[in-house]
């Protein structure tokens, strides 16, 4: 058995809805058998000698072990966490683990001292006023506010005032995007509509938070750190909120409740992590959103995705339905329910609400769709559409914010440039789906000779890699670019990856000569640069950033 980590739940998890302290343990699953029942006994143990009040338990089994969680005040996390900690190696020495247990009295004292310092009552009779008065809290180590963006009041959590108003507190819509691919497109065109009905718009993702054209800060905000720091931006009137991955599996969703959420896709991306280790594991932890729209919310699905298919039979509430094909069988069931669809017809896309058809627009007229060629932004176009309905954008709102978001507002995400008489395709696609969707693009777009740069993180095997080179050159390449990506080694020595493409290259009929090795993206970038001619297309995959290769096409003039 092998600890991997113990940390504070903050908010709805796999787990529980709830704050609590979180275990995780990389196990078989015969260990994980003996070791739940022993954990809690412990952790039992601990909670009787503190006196602390009855908790919750809930454990997961998952394909490479097992998380482990009980429930704990918020201002008791942290102890909770010790807790956890000291629980986990009592259990595993009694399984028979070399492993030193710290004696109980002293750890007991222990927790008993990071309780005291710890707890907040201030903060504790907040939460049960705010929940009296049927108002939204949030909270961290720092701050807590009441309401939710305009409606929001925020202070540092240890200088709580004595509210007596509790009508100056409000909430605003709320909406979580989640799924392997198109989260981020999503995301900013469904921005782009919402402030074309004259809304404020607060937006978290991988790249930044902002409101409207204001980036408060740049960076990873896609967790529930993204979520608070937009819902406490006064100027706020709806709230987009990227939710990725990490951060559900780490801490939990940032909000409780919301107006909508939406499921992009389930592909392979970060597979093999504990947590995630197949597809399976994989879309539960999307799933968490839903709890966010379980009661009097909305649930936005791709009908094109067979693992969404199937799971949206565990949720009760209302589910609109987008997708690329109108013979989609449940694309079909849905219209003939009388249900609420957004549909590509042709090249129209189309709202279906009860029978009732209403053309939005033309795939042509989306300029990210790059003429229809982007079938993938097709699909996020579809999913920001119903997203915003949901919201209570009008449709008339939701056709003036597609056709207007051009691709210098959705910076590293198939942008394509003129550079004097070539072209530069240019992409974030960083999994097997998003590099397929781009290979069928740049076959699309006529070109004399097409060179791609790429490269691959360590973490991957080599029968995905190997797969997606083949696919790579598939498309019709004549040069390729690999860049060494030594900050995604993961495990890997310098040139491993790089050994892996050449070889699948050569297999694939490539020549030697036709296959080059850089240490940065840029260098390689610059290669293609010097070898593309009139006619030609260099397809740039920018795993580690968009921005070095927009700012050297600035310097050239690209437009």
């Known amino acids: 058995m092998e600890f991997l980590d113990a940390r504070r739940l903050t908010g709805p998890s796999l787990i529980f809805d709830g704050p609590g302290s979180i275990l995780d343990v990389r196990c078989s699953a015969d260990e994980a058998q003996r070791l739940v029942p022993a954990w809690e006994k412990n952790v039992r143990r601990m909670l009787a000698e503190l006196g602390w009040q009855e908790a919750k338990f809930a454990s997961r089994k998952l394909v490479s072990g097992v998380s482990m969680a009980f429930s704990a005040p918020i201002d008791a996390l942290y102890a909770a966490t010790e807790i956890n900690e000291w629980a986990w190696a009592a259990s595993a020495s009694e399984l028979g683990e070399d492993i030193d247990v710290a004696p109980f009295e002293e750890t007991a004292a222990a927790v008993r001292a990071s309780a005291d310092e710890e707890a907040n009552s201030d903060l504790m ?48 819509p709320v909406s979580l995007v989640t799924g392997t691919n198109g989260k981020t497109t999503t995301v900013r065109l469904a921005t782009n509509i919402v402030r074309a009905s004259e809304q404020n718009v607060g937006l978290s993702s991988t790249d930044w938070i902002a409101v409207n054209d204001h980036v408060i800060d740049r960076g990873d905000w896609s967790g529930p750190g993204g979520a608070r720091a937009v819902l406490r931006e006064r100027e706020v009137d709806v709230a987009i909120l990227e939710s990725a991955r990490g951060g ?57 995705d067979s693992l969404l298919r199937k799971k949206s039979s565990d949720f009760n509430g209302e589910i609109i339905w987008f997708s690329l094909d109108p013979e989609n069988t449940t694309i079909k069931a849905c219209i003939d329910h009388g249900g609420l669809v957004f549909v590509l017809d042709g090249d129209e896309l189309t709202k279906i609400d009860n029978g009732n058809r209403e053309l939005i627009c033309r795939s042509h007229e989306i300029p990210i769709t790059l003429g229809g060629a982007a079938r993938h932004n097709i699909a996020n176009a579809l999913a920001a559409a119903a997203l915003t309905w949901c919201l209570g954008v009008p449709l008339t709102h939701i056709r003036g914010g597609l056709m207007s978001m051009v691709q210098d507002e959705n910076p590293g995400r198939s942008n394509v440039y003129d550079l004097d008489d070539y072209k530069v395709l240019l992409d974030f696609a960083h999994n097997p789906a998003a590099m397929h969707a781009l290979f069928d693009m740049a076959q699309s777009i006529p070109a004399r000779r097409r060179v791609l740069c790429f490269g691959q993180a360590g973490d991957r095997p080599d029968d995905l890699i190997r797969e997606m080179t083949r ?4 498309i019709g390449l004549d040069r390729v670019m690999i860049s060494e990506l030594a900050v995604y080694h993961r495990g890997r020595e310098h040139g491993d990856v790089f050994a892996v493409i050449q070889d699948e290259l050569l297999n694939c009929g490539a020549k030697s000569e036709e296959i080059e090795h850089f240490d940065e993206e840029i260098d390689a970038f610059e290669a293609a640069l010097a070898w593309a001619e009139a006619g030609d297309l260099i397809i740039m995959l920018a795993l580690s950033g968009a921005a070095p290769i927009q700012e050297r096409l600035r310097e050239l003039g690209a437009i």
């Open 471 to 474: 696919d790579a050159w598939a």
């Open 125 to 172: 009779r907040l939460i049960s006023a705010a929940k009296e008065n049927g108002k939204s809290l949030l909270w961290d180590d720092d701050e807590v506010s009441v309401g939710l963006g305009s409606g929001s009041r925020t202070w540092p959590v240890r200088e709580i005032p004595d509210i007596q108003d509790w009508n100056q507190f409000h909430d605003v």
């Open 248 to 304: 559900l599996l780490r801490r939990g969703l940032g909000v409780d409740r919301a107006e909508v959420a939406l499921i992009t896709n389930i592909a392979e991306d970060h597979l093999g992590d504990f947590g995630s280790q197949n597809l399976e594991e994989l879309l539960a932890v999307k799933w968490i959103v839903t709890r966010a729209v379980s009661d009097t919310g909305s649930l936005v699905l791709n009908a094109d």
